[in-house]
């Protein structure tokens, strides 16, 4: 009795210092964490969103430069806007705990969508997560949080990315929801994003300062009891298969003394390296297919687009970028973007220098067919210097 006397106490102390709002003060700082619960190999109980308005899941490492020109580290779940215009509801697929709620502000809109959320999410000890665009939260949550911004108490930041204007208001809260629990609406503007984090996973980057909110991403679909995990990984790729099939994606290329892998430009500046980013990696949609991500590399006519190419073993064409080493050779790429009926006029070299660091060119021959050993066409003064 000793114990809840001192808790109606301290309740009650709570509700006379801070009003009307005492309640959730105490709701806040009082309710368990779920840093502290031990975890289960299945914590998804239930699906994340409305899957009769599901058309398709975007696996790992999806790459979209310059916003993501490194293998994007979450997933994407989109809706048929044309027939669902309000998208769908979003769902808690598990017991957790909501750590954080982020109103996010995008200047100019990005597309029909100039205002969303991200709900921040611990499921265990070691399991952690978020869903990005959020259009709207539940009533339930909005009424919890209430309104945003620094006279709020929330942490406020703003920056520039790819010429458009972020603005987070970041509200700390500890809020206990159940597996089926309606958080909200997503997908007004095609899809939202579902981020997972497993500390016990650990990946390999070669330059850990470019990869370090990168860490520890897993598959949010491996996390699914096995009936839902299995309807979930038949969604992946919709439109467009994932092979093989049930890929999921990846995120770490990174292989030492290697060309495969993320590189950022030796010289650039700005909020993020992933602007002036380079990735040699594979295709997110086929892991057998190579895939040059590349962002702001000073050749507008280039920039900011993704070329793929079918790798060989041999040879200087299309080697697989893991085959590519310091061996002062340069390599050439045949891109299937770059074909123009059975003809190719464009080619990317590529030529590593150091351990850490790799030499790339364009060449466009203004409809000229490619010459059978492009590798001669290579000037190390044409081309862009890449570290990592």
Known sequence: MKKVSKIIVILTTIMVTFGTSGFLVYYFVFKDNASTIPCVERPFTHYPVNMTRLTSLVPLGNLNPPDHTY????????????????????????????????????????????????????????????????????????????????????????????????????????????????????????????WLKDDRVELYWINNDISEYFQHTVCPLDYFIDDLKTILHAALGGWIPVDPPGYCGKIDFDIPNTAQGIWQKDVWSGDSVEEFGLALVYSNFNASKGAFSIADAGNSTWDKNVYHFTPTNSGFMNRNFSQVTNDGNVYYYLCEEFKIGMIYTKVILIKMTAERELYLQFVDQDGVEIPADPTALYNQVLAVKYIR
């Open 71 to 194: 293998p994007t580290d979450h997933m994407y779940f989109f809706a048929d806007t044309l027939t669902y215009p309000d998208g769908f509801e979003i769902y808690a697929p598990g017991n957790m705990t909501i750590s954080y709620i982020r109103k996010v502000t995008y200047d100019p809109p990005q597309g029909v969508i100039s205002t969303d959320f991200t709900i921040d999410f611990d499921v265990c000890k070691h399991v952690s997560g978020s869903l990005g665009h959020v259009n709207n939260l539940s009533a339930y949550l909005l009424d919890l949080v209430g309104e945003f911004g620094e006279e709020y108490g929330d942490e406020v930041w703003s920056y520039s990315f790819a010429g458009r204007t972020y603005t987070s208001y970041r509200k700390r809260v500890n809020v206990n929801v159940f597996g089926g629990d309606v958080l909200g609406r997503a997908a007004m503007g095609g899809g939202y994003d579902f």
